[in-house]
C-alpha cells in the first residue's frame, strides 16, 4: 500500500455549465470542493483522476429558510451550516449531525454536497491491496468473513458490507430531504436523498443515482413540526473524530401527548442512510413513552443481517434509537 | 566533593523548577531540524514499494515503467540492492547487528509478512518517487499465511527465552502450583490484548548522506544515535569512526524508535546505489508496518490467597504471536513477581509463529499488560474478601523485592496511595459496585499500583566552561520530545552555577560523548548524571588551578578542602576565604575548561549485573545490593452509559515516586502524557489483523484511535518527595514507562465499580460493554 501522487490536471470552472460539460468530457474527471474526501482517496491510489475541476468558484452558496423549508447551496461548508442559528433552531438533527462528524478542521473546509459523497471507511475498500468489490468489481469482499465490527447490517449484498459514512445524510434522509442536480445541458432535476443512493447489490461501485457530468447544487429540507423537534445520537468509540458505530436521526412532532408524525434514520449500520419507516408508523398515534419507543425500535432491526463481529449493532442500534428518542422529547 | 549533589536543592537552584522548554521557541517557529528536515545538496527521495501479500514468493520484478518515470534515478529491489557485510538473517548476525528482527527485507525473494518492502523508488521529487512506486509491478506466487498465535494454524511452542534472550520462557520461584492448590481462595482469569502500534507523531525516517565511499552521515529519528551507529557497523562492515547520526529532534518514539529497523540500511543502501543523499520518511500506512508493535496476546493469572488476602502464589501464562524468525514477546511477568509479597511464583511463555514482522518494545513493555492482569486480580481479590482495594494492596505490600529478595533502594508506593486517595476523594467511594449513579451514568472509582524498574545504564557527557560564564554541555543522547533538552540545561546551570540561557545543552549526535538510547526511562538519570559528573571533573581542575596559584586566596588550601557553591571556589569550613570561577580563569588565562563525567546508572531487573551507581563518594551499589524501581499509583473516575456501552474517564489522579524530579512542569506533562496514552490503550486503541490476509485493515489514524481531548478530563499529578542514595549521582529513576503502567487497570477497575462488569479484554470499546450488561 503506498500513498501514490499520481499526476493530474486542475482546472478552476467559472460556471456550473462549464463544470459539468468539463466532467461530462472526461469520465476520470472528478469534482473537488472542500478535497476532504477526494484526496485521501487519491493519495491512497483507489481512485486516479486525471483532471480535478474546482468547483469552489461557483456560486452554490446560501443557507435560506423559508416558511417552505430550507435550501443549502451544495458548497456551503459544514460548520457554516453547522452552526447557523436557523439550523440549530429549527433543523437541531441537521446541526448536530454535522457537529458530530470529523473533525473542526475537516468540517471547516468539507462541503455539503461532497459530505453527500463521501466514500466509506471500510478498511478493505481503503487499501488497495486487498479485493474489493467496490473498488474493483468482481474481486471479492473479504469484509464478509474479516474485519467487519463497523461494517453494515442493513441494505448488504454478498457483494459489499461496507457502511455508509456520512452523518449529515442519516438526518437528512430521515427529514426528506431533497437534492437539486444539474446536468451538462443546464437541466435541472429534484432527486430524494433517499433514492440518490443505490444499495451495492451486486454493482457496489455504482454508488448513486447521478447521471454523468451531474452535479449537486443545493439541498432542500421541508419544514416541519418534527424537523424542529430532533435529534441526532451518535455513538462512537471515542469522544470526538470516529465514525458512527451507530448513530440515530429522529424527529418527533408530539401534540397532546400523542406522537403525530415520527422520522427515524440510522447511520453507521447500513450501506446506505438507512430510514426505518416501519419505526415512525409504530410511533405515529402512539404516547412518547419509554416503552413505546422500545416497542417501535425493535421494528427496526427486523431486517438486519449481521457478521461474526457486528452483531452488537442489531441491539445498539435499537438502545439508540430508544435513547435519542427520548433526547427529543426530554 | 560532598557526597550528594545538595547544591540543587538550594534556594535559587533550577532543578525540579517548572522551567519552560528551551527548545519550545525553536519547535513553534519551525526551527527545529528533524530528521527529514535536511535539505542537503543533491538530496534524493526514497520510496519503499511494499508487497500486498503476507506470505509467498516474488516470481517477477517488473521495474521498467517505474523507471521510465520522470525524474526517477533507480528502482532498487533484492535483484541490484548493493549487498551488505552482514545482515540480521541469521541469529549471529542478528546480534552483531543488535536488529530487532531476523529478517532483512530486499535480500531474498521470499515474502513473510504484509506491506513487506519489495523495492526502493528513488527520484528526484518526493512525488515522482511516491508515483513511480506505485507502478512498481511485482508478481507473486501467495500462500495462505498464518494471522496470528489465534489462527487455527498456528502451531504454539515454548520458547527457551523471549525478549530477545532477556527472559527465560519458564521461570520458577517456590512451589507455585502446589501453593496455588492449597490456598484458601484460588482466582483464575484470563486477559487480551490487541495489537498495538507506537505511532509517534513523527513518522521514522532516514536521511542518509555518503560524504565518501566509506563515510557516511545518516540524520536519523531515533531514540539512539550509538546503537543506530552500532547496527549500521555491523551491516555496512565500515569502521565506527566512519559513521556519524544525528538525531537533534524527535517527534515521539515510544519504542518503535529503540532499534535500527529495516527501512534505515534500505534507504542508506540506496544512497550508496545513486551515489547522492537520499531521504526516506516511513507513510502513516507504512509506520504501521516497519517498526514494529506490541504483539497481540493473551494471558492468565492464577492467584492463590489466604482467606484474608495474602497473596501466597501467582501462576502467570502468556501466549502471544512473533514473526517467522525471532522469538519476542514482551515481558509482562517481571512486574507480577516483584510487585507485591508473593511468596511463589512461576511464569510461562507461549509463542506461536505468524506472518506479522516482529514485535517490539512499546512504552513499558511487559509492565503494561502485566500490570493490567495483575491489577485487575489484585481488584478481584479485594471484593472476593470485602476489603478497599487500596487496602488489598497495602496488606501485600512486598516490603522488599520479592523476585530478588534484595531490599529496595527506595520505595514511596504507600505515600504513593495515601496521597492519591486523598487528592482523588477516594474516602467517598461506595465500596459496593454497581450502584452508584449520576442521571444516567453509572459512575465508578477504580485505582493501581504502578511500577518501573530503573534499568542498568550508563553514559558520558562533557562540560565545557568558558571564563566570560557560559558553557556548552554535551551528550549524545535524544532528546523524545519529552523535555531531555530542558532538564538537563537545568542539570548543568546548578552544577556549574549558572543561569539556564548561558547553557547551550548539545545532544543527539555520535560526534558526541555516548549515551544509552533514550528508552526504558534511563535518559533523563543517566545523562543528567553524566552531566553532573562532568561538571564536578570542571570544578576539580580549577580547584587544582585554584591552589597552585599564588594570587587565590585558595593558594596551599588542601584540594579536598575547596568546594563550590554556585560558580564560587571556597573552602569548606570558611566560604568567606575564596573567589569566583572567571576570576581564577582569567587570572590563569584560560579561556575555558573541560570536563568529562561518567553516570552510571540502576540495577532495576539486572540486579547481580553490576549497578555501580556513579558520583565520588556516592552511595554505591556494585555488586547490585538494592532492587531499584519507581512506584506510583493511579485512581480513575469513569462515567459508564450501559445502554450505549460508552465509557467516559472523568476523573484522574496519578501519584508517582519517582526519585528526583527534574522540572516539574516537563514531569507532570510526561506522566499526564503517559497516562493517556494508558487510556487510550485501555478505551481504544487496537489495530485489527485480517485473520485471511494477516493484514492490517485499520492502519491510519482515522481508524486507529487514540484519545482526542474530549476524552480526557483534567488530570492531576503529584510526586512523593524521594531521595534515592543508591540509583545515580542525581537520583534520578525516569517517569517515561511508569506514567503508563497500571493505568489501563485504573480504568477497568473504575469500570468494574461503576457496573459491577469485569472487562479483561482490551480495549474496552462500547461493543463490549454493552454486551457484557446485556450478558446480565
Redesign the interface.
Known amino acids: ?7 493530474f490536471a486542475y482546472t478552476q470552472a467559472a460556471s456550473t455549465k462549464e463544470a459539468t460539460a468539463a466532467k461530462q468530457a472526461d469520465k476520470q474527471a472528478a469534482f473537488i470542493g472542500g478535497g476532504t474526501t477526494l484526496l485521501d482517496i487519491m493519495k491512497a ?1 483507489i481512485e486516479q483522476h486525471t483532471l480535478l475541476i474546482d468547483i469552489n468558484r461557483l456560486s452554490l452558496l446560501g443557507i435560506e429558510n423559508g416558511a417552505s423549508g430550507l435550501r443549502i447551496g451544495a458548497l456551503e461548508r459544514m460548520s457554516d451550516v453547522g452552526e447557523h442559528p436557523q439550523v440549530v433552531q429549527n433543523y437541531p438533527v441537521i446541526s448536530q449531525s454535522l457537529l458530530a462528524s470529523a473533525s473542526p478542521q475537516l468540517r471547516n473546509m468539507a462541503s455539503m454536497g461532497g459530505n453527500l459523497l463521501q466514500k466509506t ?1 471500510c ?2 475498500y ?5 479485493p474489493c468489490n467496490k473498488r474493483v468489481p468482481g474481486s471479492g469482499c ?1 469484509a464478509q ?3 467487519n ?2 461494517l453494515a447490517i442493513f441494505g448488504t449484498s454478498p457483494s459489499c458490507i461496507a457502511t455508509h459514512a456520512s452523518d449529515l445524510a442519516v438526518a437528512l434522509v430521515a427529514l426528506e430531504a431533497k437534492l437539486t442536480l444539474e446536468n451538462p445541458k443546464g437541466a435541472t432535476r429534484t432527486v430524494p436523498l433517499a433514492d440518490f443512493y443505490k444499495l451495492p447489490g451486486s454493482t457496489p461501485h455504482i454508488e448513486t443515482h447521478l447521471q454523468p457530468g451531474e452535479l449537486i447544487t443545493a439541498i432542500t429540507v421541508p419544514a416541519a413540526a418534527h424537523a424542529r423537534k430532533s435529534h441526532y445520537l451518535k ?9 458512527a ?1 451507530v448513530s440515530a436521526a429522529v424527529g418527533l412532532d408530539v401534540q397532546g401527548g400523542t406522537i403525530r408524525s415520527a422520522r427515524v434514520a440510522l447511520g453507521g449500520v447500513g450501506t446506505v442512510p438507512w430510514r426505518v419507516p416501519a419505526v415512525e408508523k409504530a410511533l405515529v398515534g402512539k404516547a412518547p413513552t419509554e416503552d413505546n419507543f422500545r416497542a417501535a425500535a425493535a421494528l427496526a432491526v427486523r431486517d438486519a443481517s449481521p457478521r461474526e463481529h457486528n452483531k ?2 442489531v ?2 442500534a435499537q ?2 434509537l ?2 435519542a428518542l427520548l433526547e427529543v422529547v426530554a | 566533593m560532598d557526597s550528594e549533589p545538595q547544591f540543587f536543592d538550594q534556594p535559587g537552584g533550577y532543578v525540579g523548577q517548572p522551567l519552560v522548554r528551551v527548545d519550545g521557541r525553536e519547535k513553534v517557529t519551525g526551527k527545529a531540524k528533524y530528521s527529514a528536515e535536511f535539505p542537503l545538496p543533491g538530496l534524493t527521495y526514497g520510496v519503499l514499494a511494499t508487497s500486498p501479500i503476507a506470505k509467498g514468493k516474488i516470481q517477477r520484478i517488473d521495474t521498467s515503467a517505474a523507471a521510465r518515470e520522470p525524474g526517477v534515478i533507480a528502482v532498487l529491489t533484492h535483484q541490484n540492492l548493493p549487498k551488505l557485510a552482514k545482515t540480521p538473517n541469521d541469529p549471529q548476525g542478528k546480534k552483531d547487528i543488535g536488529a530487532p528482527m531476523g529478517f532483512l527485507p530486499l535480500t531474498s525473494d521470499e515474502i513473510f509478512y504484509a506491506a513487506q518492502p519489495v523495492a526502493i523508488v528513488v527520484a528526484d521529487t518526493l512525488d515522482h518517487a511516491l508515483h513511480a512506486a506505485t507502478l512498481v509491478k511485482v508478481t507473486y506466487q501467495a500462500a495462505q499465511p498464518i494471522a496470528s498465535f489465534l489462527d487455527p494454524k498456528a502451531e504454539l511452542f515454548d520458547p527457551q527465552k523471549v525478549q530477545d534472550g532477556k527472559q527465560d520462557g519458564h521461570t520458577r520461584r517456590g512451589d507455585a502450583k502446589g501453593a496455588l492448590a492449597s490456598s484458601a481462595i484460588q482466582l483464575t482469569a484470563t486477559y487480551n490484548h490487541p495489537v498495538y502500534n507506537h505511532n509517534p507523531m513523527e513518522p521514522g525516517s532516514t536521511t542518509a548522506h555518503w560524504e565518501a565511499p566509506d563515510r557516511l552521515t545518516v540524520y536519523e529519528s531515533t531514540q539512539g544515535v550509538t546503537r543506530t551507529q552500532s547496527a549500521l557497523t555491523a551491516m555496512l562492515g565500515i569502521p565506527r569512526e566512519q559513521i556519524r547520526v544525528v538525531t537533534k529532534y524527535l517527534g515521539g518514539g515510544f519504542g518503535c524508535k529503540g532499534s535500527c529497523w529495516p527501512h534505515t540500511i534500505l534507504t542508506i543502501q540506496a544512497a550508496k546505489a545513486v551515489n547522492r543523499p537520499v531521504q526516506l520518511m516511513l507513510t502513516r500506512k507504512q509506520q504501521f508496518t516497519s517498526m514494529g508493535h506490541r504483539e497481540d496476546q493473551t494471558q492468565t493469572v492464577q492467584l492463590g490467597a489466604t482467606a484474608d488476602g495474602k497473596i501466597t502464589s501467582i501462576v502467570h501464562t502468556k501466549t502471544s504471536t512473533t514473526s517467522p524468525w525471532d522469538n519476542y514477546a514482551e515481558s509482562n511477568s517481571k512486574i507480577l513477581d516483584m510487585l507485591y509479597a508473593t511468596p511463589n511464583f512461576e511464569a510461562t511463555y507461549q509463542l506461536a509463529r505468524a506472518n506479522v514482522m516482529t514485535s517490539t518494545f512499546m512504552r513499558a513493555p511487559g509492565e503494561a499488560p502485566g500490570s493490567f492482569a495483575i491489577e485487575c486480580s489484585m481488584d478481584d481479590l479485594a471484593y472476593r474478601i470485602g476489603v478497599d482495594p487500596i487496602e488489598i494492596r497495602l496488606r501485600n505490600h512486598a516490603d522488599h523485592d520479592y523476585s530478588t529478595n534484595k531490599p529496595w533502594s527506595s520505595k514511596s508506593l504507600k505515600q504513593c496511595y495515601a496521597r492519591g486517595a486523598e487528592l482523588f476523594g477516594w474516602s467517598k467511594r461506595n465500596p459496593r459496585p454497581g450502584v452508584t449513579r449520576d442521571g444516567r451514568y453509572l459512575v465508578g472509582m477504580g485505582m493501581a499500583s504502578a511500577s518501573y524498574p530503573v534499568h542498568n545504564s550508563q553514559g558520558t557527557a562533557r562540560a565545557r566552561l568558558y571564563a566570560d560564564g557560559h558553557a556548552v554541555v554535551q551528550s549524545g543522547a535524544t532528546d523524545l520530545g519529552t523535555g531531555t533538552y530542558t532538564v538537563i540545561t537545568q542539570v548543568a546551570a546548578d552544577a556549574l552555577g549558572l543561569p539556564p540561557e548561558k547553557i547551550r545543552f548539545e545532544l543527539g549526535d555520535t560526534n558526541l560523548p555516548t549515551a544509552p538510547n533514550s528508552g526504558g526511562s534511563v535518559a533523563a538519570g543517566t545523562v543528567s548524571s553524566s552531566v553532573y559528573m562532568a561538571a564536578q571533573d570542571v570544578w576539580q581542575k580549577l580547584i587544582k588551578v585554584a591552589v597552585v596559584d599564588k594570587k587565590s586566596p585558595l593558594f596551599k588550601a588542601k584540594p579536598e578542602d575547596v568546594t563550590v557553591e554556585k560558580g564560587r571556589l571556597q573552602l569548606k569550613k570558611d566560604p568567606s576565604k575564596g573567589e569566583r570561577f572567571a576570576d581564577l580563569m582569567k587570572r590563569a588565562e584560560m579561556t575555558d575548561v573541560e570536563g568529562m563525567g561518567q553516570g552510571k546508572y540502576g540495577s532495576g531487573y539486572e540486579t547481580g549485573r553490576s549497578g555501580s551507581p556513579a558520583g565520588p563518594n556516592n552511595n554505591t551499589d556494585t555488586a547490585g545490593e538494592h532492587s531499584m524501581h519507581s512506584f506510583g499509583a493511579h485512581f480513575c473516575e469513569v462515567r459508564v452509559d450501559m445502554d450505549l456501552g460508552t465509557i467516559r474517564v472523568s476523573k484522574w489522579v496519578s501519584v508517582m515516586g519517582a526519585g528526583r524530579i527534574l522540572n516539574a512542569q516537563t514531569a507532570r506533562s510526561q506522566i499526564i502524557g503517559g497516562a493517556i496514552f494508558g487510556i487510550g490503550s485501555a478505551l481504544m486503541e487496537e489495530t485489527i489483523r485480517d485473520p485471511h490476509f494477516s493484514r492490517y485493515t485499520n492502519a491510519d489514524l482515522a481508524n486507529y484511535h487514540v484519545p482526542v481531548n474530549a476524552d480526557i478530563p483534567d488530570m492531576t499529578v503529584e510526586f512523593v518527595e524521594e531521595n534515592d542514595p543508591f540509583i545515580n549521582a542525581m537520583g534520578v529513576k525516569g517517569i517515561g514507562e511508569i506514567s503508563m503502567v497500571g493505568v489501563a487497570a485504573a480504568v477497568a477497575n473504575a469500570v468494574y465499580h461503576a457496573t459491577g462488569k469485569r472487562l479483561r479484554d482490551l480495549p474496552l470499546t462500547p461493543d463490549k460493554v454493552m454486551m457484557a450488561g446485556l450478558a446480565s
Open positions: 500500500m503506498l500513498l501514490a501522487m499520481n499526476n491510489n471507511r478498511g478493505y481503503r487499501d488497495v491491496a486487498f473479504p468473513t474479516g474485519d465490527r463497523n455513538v462512537r468509540d471515542r469522544a470526538s473524530y470516529a465514525y458505530l452488537f449493532k441491539e445498539l438502545r439508540t430508544v435513547r
